[in-house]
Nanobody, 119 residues
Framework: QVHLVESGGGLVQAGDSLKLSCAAS????????LAWFRQAPGKEQEFVGAISRNGRTYYADFVVGRGTISRDNAENTMTLQMNNLKPGDTAVYYC?????????????WGQGTQVTVSS
């Protein structure tokens, strides 16, 4: 089990950058695949990116070239650096930690951090 808390969101202008953070307590981050998702009002949840237990990253197309995910297992934190933000990036961004224990899938979620990008 792990408790996740996101931070770093806010109101920014188009072209600005933000660094979102996910802090964990409980089980160490090293046990989990970590990911970011986002959801805008009235739209489905959207995959942003993920980072494996050994640091391999995966990104949605809209993130490539302007977003970077990193993890620090010693500090139990994960970050999403997003540059050149656009109004379409406006959403609640959620941290996810996933693992499989004894054949059962476990997913843990933070409560999200709001990112609002004005034109």
């Amino acid at each position: 089990q792990v408790h996740l808390v996101e931070s770093g969101g806010g109101l920014v202008q188009a072209g600005d950058s933000l660094k979102l953070s996910c802090a964990a307590s409980g089980r160490a981050f090293s046990a989990y695949v970590l990911a970011w998702f986002r959801q805008a009002p009235g739209k489905e949840q959207e995959f942003v990116g993920a980072i494996s237990r050994n640091g391999r990253t995966y990104y949605a197309d809209f993130v490539v070239g302007r977003g970077t995910i990193s993890r620090d297992n010693a500090e139990n934190t994960m970050t999403l650096q997003m540059n050149n933000l656009k109004p379409g990036d406006t959403a609640v961004y959620y941290c996810n930690a996933g693992t499989i224990i004894a054949g059962d899938r476990y997913d843990y979620w933070g409560q999200g951090t709001q990112v609002t990008v004005s034109s």
